[in-house]
């Protein structure tokens, strides 16, 4: 299995990975894209002598200028298949997915960055991301099987790249956090990378001083390149470990998302763990998993936002009410219940071929093809 270490893929395997080694199976996680904290390092050690982590620094198809790295990866994945000599290879990202693997490629569709740039900026990306595209698609045409964690992450995939010759969906499982059990405030959280603007908890932060309670923002501030963002009227909460956040979960009343991109939303699912009462961006992939569970705003209209808060900050029985349903539907996203999906769509490609149906196969030219890039491509303006 691959993974890397920048962030909730981590968290994804490390649940995925211990349901899978108490069911006996050992599993070997090849990390890149950056380098492995003590933190990671010791949450890894705790999945047992069944599950091997090996850490490397080449990056991802989605950095910048990725190409030789992922090209001398991929050689890295195939030497780890030689000696290893796995069953099934679970990829987490996409480019690899045309190495030449001896064993069944099984991709977990994450993200995208086609999907994440009309989400945020309204177009295609520019020409520079062509290479990636190919790239993407190239991989999830290898596959023998595509997982995504909301039918609308598999539909952004279709309709951005393609295709796809098999296909389904798991939803993301999340234990409970650490909870210390800590009395309900007024107040409303929001976690994620802060500078990322598919997150959209600025949001948050621009309305705080309209807000009647407070807002306390968890997450990094830096981005990758550098830059630092800005947050006034807010309480900055800085990047939590898991018991610190499991308290501010506790202690928040409303839980707030306005993503504009989320293709399943750990973060929120731990709030709904929790019992927060949620305030969610109108996303397709939300509305999938929460619709009837939170109330919902338009990412891009403020005021939409304003109102689902105050009439949460007035409505205790509203807030009640959406805490517990939050409750349920957490219930029956756990970590168990991915686990043995993974375990069937393993089984799957395990299994022998089917016997021929006597039907005709289609030509090749017959078949559906991935969808080209579109032509009027255009750079998002500052």
Known sequence: ??????????TYMLELVRGLVAAEIEV????????????????FARLGPRATLLADHRRLEWMENPWDDVASSGEWLLALEEEHRPDIIHLNGYAHGAVPFRAPVLIAAHSCVFSWWRAVHRCY????WHRYHEAVARGLRSARLVVAPTQAMLA??????????????????????PSPGLPREGAILGVGRLWDEAKNLRALADLAPRLAWPVRLAGPTRSPDGAEISLPNVELLGTLPEHSLGGHLDRAAIFAAPARYEPFGL???????????LVLGDI????????????????????????ALEQLIVSPTLRRRLSAESRRRASALTPGR??????GAYASLLAPPAAPSGLKTPSPSAQAQPSPLPSNLVPVLA
């Not at 299995?1 to 981590?10: K, Y």
């Not at 995939?157 to 010759?165: D, E, T």
Request: glycine letters at 8%.
């Open 1 to 10: 299995m691959t993974a890397d270490p920048v962030g909730g893929v981590w």
């Open 28 to 43: 070997v996680v090849a990390s890149f894209g950056g380098p492995v904290s003590p933190a990671q390092r010791a949450a």
């Open 125 to 128: 990306p520019p020409a520079s």
């Open 156 to 177: 952004a995939l279709v309709a951005h790249y393609g295709h796809l010759p098999a296909a389904r969906v798991i939803p993301n499982g999340r234990s409970p956090l």
């Open 267 to 277: 973060s929120i699912l731990e709030a709904a763990h929790a019992g927060c009462a």
């Open 284 to 307: 397709p992939s939300l509305r999938e998993n929460w619709d009837g569970a939170a109330l919902f705003a338009a990412p891009d209209k403020p005021s939409a936002l304003h109102a």
């Open 338 to 343: 991915m686990c043995d999906a993974y375990l």
